[in-house]
């Protein structure tokens, strides 16, 4: 399978846990991308890699949420001390640079904090 | 400010009818426009975009789309509806002059009914 892949799938945690996803872009993908989508909303942006670099990070993202790209190839999101609201959907995209290529998504993580 | 709307939440169709799943955009510049398909717990897939020229758009699973830009408008539609059409589709827009970001619709449930 070629496509972006996600682990994993699903994850529970309990309150106040760290927690980390892994997401393995499209082999000749540069940007790559994650989001997060709660249920019947549209994918929220967090952060955007080009190649290693980190470009752009979500206002909204706090403190607790750290995201890395060694080498530019996978990517992993770290999301400390969990709370109740991070629960949701975490779908990490990967696309060819330039303004007019499309991502493709993986399968996303459900988060369930409890 | 850069915007998408799908002002339908649900959209039912009976199975064999064409369908049509509205959305409209406000950017600065010109504007690129992608629609996603996500069944449950899935990833989103992408279906088409709209990036220059032909304003009828041709994807996948026989979906096509049609840009309007004097209505600003990028509506999905297809000529015969199938039942595992059923699922949620988001509408999303890029402005040319920004590299990465990509503004989400709010997405429309898409029922079709046997």
């Known amino acids: 399978d070629t496509g972006v892949s996600q682990d994993p799938r699903h994850k529970i945690t309990k309150r106040g846990q760290n927690v980390t996803f892994r997401c393995d872009p499209i082999?000749?993908?540069?940007?790559l991308y994650w989001y997060r989508q709660t249920l019947g909303q549209g994918p929220e942006f967090l952060t955007y890699?080009?190649?290693?670099?980190?470009?752009?990070k979500s206002r909204l993202l706090s403190d607790r949420f750290s995201a890395e790209r060694p080498k530019g190839s996978f990517s992993t999101l770290e999301i400390q001390r969990t709370e109740q609201g991070d629960s949701a959907m975490y779908l990490c995209a990967s696309s060819l640079g330039g303004a007019r290529s499309e991502a493709f998504f993986g399968q996303g993580t459900r988060l369930t904090v409890v | 400010a850069q915007s998408v709307a799908q002002p339908e939440d649900q959209v039912n169709v009976a199975e064999g009818n064409p369908l049509t799943v509205k959305c409209t955009y406000s950017v600065s510049g010109n504007p690129y426009l992608f629609w996603y398909v996500q069944y449950p717990n899935r990833g989103l897939q992408f279906l088409l975009k709209?990036?220059?020229?032909d304003n009828l758009v041709k994807g996948s699973y026989g979906f096509e789309a049609e840009f309007n830009k004097s209505q600003t408008s990028f509506h999905l539609k297809k000529p015969s509806a199938l039942v595992s059409d059923s699922a949620l589709y988001f509408c999303?827009?890029?402005?040319?002059?920004?590299?990465?970001?990509?503004?989400w619709g709010a997405g429309t449930k898409l029922i079709i009914k046997p």
């Open positions: 082999s000749e993908h540069n940007r």
């Open positions: 890699f080009q190649n290693e670099a980190q470009l752009e």
């Open positions: 709209y990036i220059t020229g």
């Open positions: 999303a827009v890029r402005d040319s002059g920004n590299n990465y970001q990509l503004i």
